[in-house]
T-cell receptor
């Protein structure tokens, strides 16, 4: 069974700082990994999807990497803004299945 | 193209009542997934359905919970005889047949009094 872990659980940074969120998974047969954003009381917004054949994906100020051999993914946020404050979740499927296993998330606060 | 639609947004039930949560997938999506998020916890997979079929219900509690995705109409997550521990946010996601990327609805917040 796929297990996904995220560290740190919470992070506070001043506006403008670059930051990295970490995600680790146990099943290296993962065929993709998704990063989501969740605002308080809201649903999930998909940020980036990395296929197993890819090493990284970029969207604006966000860059996600995937290293299957080490069971790790990182989400890099450049020049953080207060609007980036949210909980960031990573999720990956179990081999042979479509459903996703989620980490418990990193709660990010960007201080103006 | 409307996103995944869930209703109601908030649902309040008393202990022992039934809760019905609805999910309409994105147009063209034939796969539906239900997840539950307890306070201060991550999302936990409950069930994965395709039209008229339950593919994986390994995350569903054995009693009181059921799900369906009929040929016509939305997917329904049904909780019978609700208890306080059922209070949570229930999220639905859908995906196209390739199943690679999931799109989530805004969730239904169930509160059991």
């Amino acid at each position: 069974k796929q297990e996904v872990t995220q560290i740190p659980a919470a992070l506070s940074v001043p506006e403008g700082e670059n930051l990295v969120l970490n995600c680790s998974f146990t099943d290296s047969a993962i065929y993709n990994l998704q990063w989501f954003r969740q605002d308080p009381g809201k649903g999930l917004t998909s940020l980036l999807l990395i296929q197993s054949s890819q090493r990284e994906q970029t969207s604006g100020r966000l860059n996600a990497s995937l290293d299957k051999s080490s069971g790790r993914s990182t989400l890099y946020i450049a020049a953080s803004q207060p609007g980036d404050s949210a909980t960031y979740l990573c999720a990956g499927p179990q081999a042979g299945a479509n459903n996703l296993f989620f980490g418990t998330g990193t709660r990010l606060t960007v201080i103006p | 193209n409307a996103g995944v639609m869930q209703n109601p947004r908030h649902l309040v039930r008393r202990r022992g009542q039934e809760a019905r949560l609805r999910c309409s997938p994105m147009k063209g999506h034939s796969h539906v997934y239900w997840y539950r998020q307890l306070p201060e916890e991550g999302l936990k997979f409950m069930v994965y359905l395709q039209k008229e079929n339950i593919i994986d219900e390994s995350g569903m509690p054995k009693e009181r919970f059921s799900a369906e995705f009929p040929k016509e109409g939305p997917s329904i997550l049904r909780i019978q005889q609700v208890v306080r521990g059922d209070s949570a946010a229930y999220f639905c996601a859908s995906s196209p047949p390739s199943g690679e990327k999931l799109f989530f609805g805004s969730g239904t917040q169930l509160s059991v009094l």
